[in-house]
């Protein structure tokens, strides 16, 4: 029999707030984690809204401002979401071998140097013909190797063992959207298989800069209701135009189920089910039959042993994009069947943003939290009924609901899917 796998630590730093049961609370209430972009100057931009960490520093998880100062944005988040985690877990003592402990994240690009960047680019164009010489001797006096090395994505999983003496295994994946939720799945199976024992698993991100916003809007998918910010994130909504580009960080702790009840660890539920797939389609859109996503939640379901009626809710990839929310319908309709419109299915991004690399552990913790506390969190800003979207979006208002098993889905850019099934964890 393989191992199971369960959660015992949970940690978040994300637009709705710097911890797990703060950014719980304002889901429940319906509110709205996006306004004017105050990163950089976004006003020459088609999108100049986001969903920013607000009131957040390194230092405010008992870190020195000094030792972090080159480091990115993201990787900050990640030691915050990861500290809180590892303390709600109560794992560390219990770790008799570091080399059983390991971390996987899906964590994005680091620093984006765009003002040293630009000013190599003047340096090299300053007599009015590209001149290749001048921008690297440029960039040889601007460029911080320090800051630099940072870019690199592997740098927060690197960061976070050395933090905490995991010598395990060390991966890091970015497969887009779906990038920490494949972590969480990939992690879960090194512990099934006996690679590891704990792992500590998430996803950070930061694209709130203007590469990140120059990038999304040249493919015209974010939203540009620049006048109603907290409008502006409407998924499954006939109006809706385009996502919000969100920030932040989430961590969970996962442990090998008879080693976290030997130690008496609170559990927050079992990752039963780990589902993963690609479209083989194109890379910025997703097949209209929405094969990709159906396979992914067929894959998650039947390796947690369910059968779809037994599925209590959703938590949708659902980014408030014209296609993405009508495919992720059909493909809702044609995984459950006859049930499709008795299976709530919500998207939290209505709230918080798109949080990119760390959307789905993000998603993945409010299933669990769902699960816990028998609540549903809304789809907010759901005001006009798209006849291509027509399932139950748990609108506008949370919803009491007895949650024993729910899917987590996140389909990323290049066509990759994945899905996590969460279930309560009763003994």
Known sequence: MRRRVVVTGIGMINPMGHDPETVWSGLKEGKSGVARTTLFDARGFPTQISAEVKNWDITQCGEPADQWKNRGRHTKFAAGAAKQAIADSQVLDSIGDPTRFGVYLGSGEGNQDF????KMMSAALADGQYDASKFIAAGLELLDPAVELEQEPNMPA???????????????????????????????????????????????????????????????????????????????????NGFVLGEGSAMVILEELEAAEERGAKIYGEVAGYGTTADAYRITDIPPDGHGGIAAMRMAIADAGLSPAEVDYVNAHGTSTTVNDKVETKACKEVFGENAAKVPVSS??????????????TEMIVCLLSIRDSVLPPTINYENPDPECDLDYVPNQAREAVVRHALNNSFGFGGQNVTLCLSRFDG
């Open 115 to 118: 003002l040293t960047f630009s």
């Open 158 to 240: 690197a960061h976070l063992a050395t933090m905490f003496n995991a010598q395990g295994p060390n991966s890091n994946c970015l497969t887009a959207c779906a990038a920490s939720s494949q972590a969480v799945g990939e992690a879960t199976e090194m512990i099934r298989r006996g690679d590891a024992d704990v792992m500590l698993a998430g996803g950070t991100h930061s694209m709130i800069h203007p590469f990140g916003v120059t990038g999304f809007n040249l493919l015209t998918a974010l939203s540009e209701r620049n006048d109603e910010p907290t409008k502006a994130s409407r998924p499954f909504d006939r109006l809706r």
């Open 348 to 361: 939290t991004k209505s709230m918080m943003g798109h949080l990119i690399a760390a959307a789905g552990v």
